[in-house]
């Protein structure tokens, strides 16, 4: 198959479960995309060497990763932090979707702001399940541990989350 074909395939199938993990790990749009960008140049540079092909979404996961873990390293060394706040295309909308979308924002912003509380590990197992489908085998496989210990890390992050947002919204 012609490499230019084979990565476009690849591209378009696993660009969105690529952002969305990196985009609920960083939560910057912008820095999200750029990764995205690097982790398919990564993919085009390599994927001649990758000998088999039934592992390619592994191989992005794990450069994936490694990509955010290495932006997350600099980010902490600067002591920075970044949330996209992208919320100008609802003030086009009439007053009832404005202020649905604006709850719903409000509830997505409390989930960000409790996962970005929680421990890299609980957050990204919660990340990589709940926004990027993968199976409890997939994470396990990715992050180096037994299936039983996502399973446990996923309960744990679920109970912290029901309990800090019933909280705020009460």
């Given at each position: 198959m012609n490499p230019a074909l084979e990565f476009t395939i690849y591209y378009n199938k696993h660009k969105k479960k690529i952002f969305n993990?990196?985009?609920?790990?960083?939560?910057?749009?912008?820095?999200?995309?750029?990764?995205?960008?690097?982790?398919?140049?990564?993919?085009y540079s390599n994927l001649k060497n990758?000998?088999?092909?039934?592992s390619i979404e592994y191989w992005l996961f794990t450069?994936?990763?490694?990509e955010i873990y290495s932006y997350l390293n600099k980010k902490r060394m600067k002591n920075e932090r970044f949330i996209d706040e992208d919320i100008s295309e609802i003030y086009l909308k009439n007053d009832s979707e404005f202020q649905k979308e604006l709850d719903l924002r409000e509830v997505k912003e409390l989930i960000?702001?409790?996962?970005?509380k929680l421990p890299v590990e609980q957050k990204e197992v919660f990340v990589l399940r709940e926004f990027s489908g993968m199976s409890y085998s997939e994470i396990a496989g990715l992050t180096n541990v037994e299936e039983k210990t996502v399973k446990?890390?996923?309960?744990?992050?679920?109970?912290k989350l029901i309990e800090k947002i019933s909280k705020k919204i009460s």
């Open positions: 993990y990196i985009f609920k790990m960083i939560c910057n749009k912008i820095v999200s995309e750029d990764i995205v960008q690097n982790v398919f140049l990564k993919l990758i000998k088999n092909q039934g450069t994936t990763r490694n960000n702001e409790e996962l970005d446990s890390r996923l309960f744990k992050v679920r109970q």
